[in-house]
């Protein structure tokens, strides 16, 4: 199918587009890269009068550094992500989590701003920057605001961005020489999330110094998994060591119950990946 | 309508579209490239796939207005003078296809394979086929083919 018939605007800088943002009202919607909202557009799930791009903003696009944090355009893409040096070094847990996002062709397209906005449960990106502590910069017509990423998914598909606003830039406090690791379990090629656990330890010698740990599909936000961090700071990297801690992994979630699996499976899932993914972060 | 400047294989077109057309229908219904087919519904097929400045993408999941300015490749434009690109003649002799339906996508992501990577492990061109599906061959002589055209050292673009 294809979508309903809309008006375009391809706007070059954010004041221009909050300022189509603002006049199209509640039937203006924004395009990034498009790999979730041109399905919705092609099933007619959503019919906007407006489409705002934001595709040739340059200044949208990009990494850079900013003291102790990189910073992510909202219109960088997975693959230039994925490309990035700064990424690997200071925020390896964004590589391994974005690189089992779905196929190339999408990550070739596909935005790290699109995917935090639109904020699927089953999404790889949210977890990742959650666990990071990451930060998220919103712009509206009263200036720019920075949420915490806790404060930030509040609810299925639904975030802090309000009508009218824009995410332009993610915040990322800089994790230099931590390990990393993202377990996603699917059963077939291409799949989004049943489960998956975003790992990430500073080791000190064999001792995981500390350990930060987001589940994805684990609710219908990314969550935390607290009980776990805290039972891993100090800890030895041994299996026993981290499978004990792993245990408590879905302690406080409510994972949906759905095909691929009920919610007791989830919670088993969680405890199971986060294991493998604290044991491979610690290069174990 | 929405005029955008488009060059595909290698020939500028400038075209009235209405915004809602998709990149695939763009090229298969205004340019008559019907090379590049549709085989899904959800953008999971990756039977549409084309480049976009170089890069692999789902033409069904793109908007014409969004290639104004730039430049796409399509199955039909990968050929040379001498005949067949080097992954099309690994796919035939490799016996790649059989219905042929996802061919021209398995082929442009092939090709896309080797531009990152112009020798990848047989682990490494599963994965960059993750995008497409074949429902005949079972996978095993596509990957061959783009293994031996990457053995060959003349993959890429
Ligand atoms: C076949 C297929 C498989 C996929 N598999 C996975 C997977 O395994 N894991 C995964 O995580 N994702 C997967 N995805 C989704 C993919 O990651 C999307 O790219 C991503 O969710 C959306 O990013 P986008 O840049 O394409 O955003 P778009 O689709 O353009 O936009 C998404 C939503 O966010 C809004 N929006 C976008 N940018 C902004 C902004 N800067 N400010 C305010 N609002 C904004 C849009 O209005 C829209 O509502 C898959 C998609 C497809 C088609
Ligand atoms: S037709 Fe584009 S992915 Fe299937
Ligand atoms: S050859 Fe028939 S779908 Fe691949």
Redesign the interface.
Known sequence: MIPAAFEYVAPTTVADALAALAEGGDEAKVLAGGQSLLPILRMRLNAPETVVDLGRIEALRGIREDGDALVIGAMTTYADLLASDLVREHAALVHAAIAEVADPQIRHRGTIGGALVHADPAGDVGAPVLALDGELVITGADGERTVAAADFFEDLFTTAVGDGELLTAVRIPKHTGWGAAYEKFVRVAHQWSIVAVAATVRMDGDTIAEAKIGLTNMGSTPLRAKAVESALAGSAATATAVGAAAASAAEGTTPPSDLNGDADYRRHLATVLTRRAVLAAAGR | M?RITVTVDGQRFVDDV?????LV?YLRENLGKVGTVVGC????C?AC?VH?DG????S????A??A?GHEVTTIEGISTAGGLHPMQQAFHECHALQCGYCTPGMIM?AI??LTDNPDPSEEEIRA?L???LCRCTGYHNIVKAVAQCAAAGKGGE
């Open positions: 929405t209405e915004p809602r057309t998709l229908s519904d959800t953008s999971n990756g796939t976009l890069r692999s993408v789902k069904c999941n793109v908007l207005v969004q104004d992501q896309d394979i960059g993750e995008g497409n």
